[in-house]
């Protein structure tokens, strides 16, 4: 490394290391090796590995030629090429968070699903725990817990569908705030008049917002749902009506059991997305309405 900085040699080979702040002026070069295999954000480093004096520089990305890209992969290299302008950074951050989806800072996932929550709506939930914390209490945080659902399908909305980084991002920060069936319909109904037809992805996340409404009223801290049925958690492992679901369990038997860890299972024969996410919706509003008819 030192001697390709001082210039007694005239070509590094290195892994992509380099991308951490390197600053060799005499660097004019790049070529990146399996381009599609990097992150935005890295390949946004690496570029800047080069190009740092008045002299022109070069950076050559380089693809398999024997193998098809996937979609992603091919998304963050058109991305990169787009912007090559000064301050591009900011843009390139912002395709990264629209591909990966923002990671939870109140939490431990490091990418998710930025179509449920946007950045900001992040930044104010923390400032407020933030403020709990400094006060002493945790009671109004403890509101806003958010659930876990997997379903096995894709929930976004494409930007064949949305262009606009901007205007997809701020329908992703307005799905946050919505949670009744009116909200989402009228939701739904602006889109169309908008952007035309839902597309399956788009159908599919606001299936996942009135899911995410259900958990919330039933007390559902997890479900992951695939072709043969479900697994529920409830928060803290209490259901507001236990004597009902004990009855629900018992009289279906044959579908339904408790797991040692106190996780409800649920027999289905759903093949399909749509199918999945019908049959969540049909078994937690059951739940729902198990929640609203507390025991005496």
């Given at each position: 490394m030192t001697?390709?900085y001082d210039?007694?040699?005239?070509?590094?080979?290195?892994t992509?290391i380099i991308?951490?702040?390197?600053d060799?002026?005499?660097?004019?070069t790049?070529?990146?090796?399996r381009?599609?295999?990097?992150?935005l954000s890295?390949?946004?480093?690496?570029?800047?590995?080069?190009?740092?004096?008045?002299?022109?520089?070069?950076?050559?990305?380089?693809?398999?030629?024997?193998?098809?890209?996937?979609?992603t992969?091919?998304r963050?290299?058109?991305?990169?090429?787009?912007?090559?302008q000064?301050?591009a950074?900011?843009?390139?951050?912002?395709?990264?968070l629209?591909?990966?989806?923002?990671g939870?800072?109140?939490?431990?996932?490091?990418s998710?699903?930025?179509?449920?929550v946007g950045?900001?709506?992040?930044?104010?939930?923390?400032?407020?725990?933030?403020?709990?914390l400094?006060?002493?209490?945790?009671?109004e945080?403890?509101e806003?817990?958010?659930?876990?659902i997997n379903?096995g399908t894709?929930?976004?909305i494409?930007e064949?569908?949305?262009?606009?980084?901007d205007?997809?991002?701020?329908?992703?920060?307005?799905?946050?705030?919505i949670?009744s069936?009116?909200?989402?319909?009228?939701f739904?109904?602006e889109?169309?008049d908008r952007?035309?037809a839902?597309?399956?992805?788009?159908r599919?996340l606001?299936?996942?917002?009135?899911?995410?409404a259900?958990?919330?009223q039933a007390?559902?801290e997890?479900?992951?749902?695939?072709?043969k049925g479900?697994?529920?958690s409830f928060?803290n492992n209490v259901?507001p009506?236990?004597?009902?679901?004990v009855?629900?369990?018992?009289?279906?038997?044959?579908?339904?059991?408790?797991?040692?860890?106190?996780?409800?299972?649920?027999?289905?024969d759903?093949?399909?997305?749509?199918?999945r996410?019908?049959?969540?919706?049909?078994?937690l509003?059951q739940?729902?309405r198990?929640?609203?008819?507390k025991?005496?």
């Amino acid at each position: 490394m030192t001697a390709f900085y001082d210039g007694k040699i005239d070509v590094l080979v290195s892994t992509n290391i380099i991308e951490s702040g390197l600053d060799i002026p005499s660097a004019n070069t790049l070529v990146v090796h399996r381009a599609d295999m990097f992150g935005l954000s890295q390949l946004y480093q690496l570029r800047g590995r080069i190009g740092r004096s008045k002299q022109r520089a070069y950076a050559y990305l380089t693809t398999p030629a024997d193998r098809k890209l996937t979609d992603t992969a091919e998304r963050r290299l058109q991305v990169l090429q787009s912007l090559d302008q000064l301050g591009a950074g900011f843009s390139i951050a912002s395709h990264d968070l629209d591909i990966r989806g923002a990671g939870n800072l109140l939490g431990e996932e490091q990418s998710g699903h930025v179509r449920e929550v946007g950045i900001e709506l992040y930044q104010e939930m923390l400032e407020e725990a933030v403020s709990q914390l400094r006060l002493g209490g945790d009671a109004e945080a403890d509101e806003q817990w958010s659930p876990q659902i997997n379903i096995g399908t894709s929930v976004l909305i494409p930007e064949s569908y949305v262009p606009d980084l901007d205007v997809r991002m701020a329908l992703y920060r307005r799905l946050a705030g919505i949670e009744s069936a009116a909200e989402i319909d009228q939701f739904a109904a602006e889109l169309i008049d908008r952007f035309g037809a839902l597309p399956d992805e788009v159908r599919h996340l606001l299936d996942i917002v009135a899911i995410k409404a259900l958990c919330r009223q039933a007390q559902v801290e997890k479900i992951d749902a695939g072709p043969k049925g479900a697994t529920l958690s409830f928060r803290n492992n209490v259901f507001p009506n236990p004597v009902g679901l004990v009855r629900l369990i018992a009289e279906h038997q044959s579908t339904m059991r408790v797991r040692p860890d106190q996780k409800v299972v649920v027999a289905r024969d759903w093949p399909t997305p749509e199918m999945r996410l019908k049959g969540v919706q049909a078994m937690l509003g059951q739940l729902v309405r198990l929640a609203e008819r507390k025991a005496a």
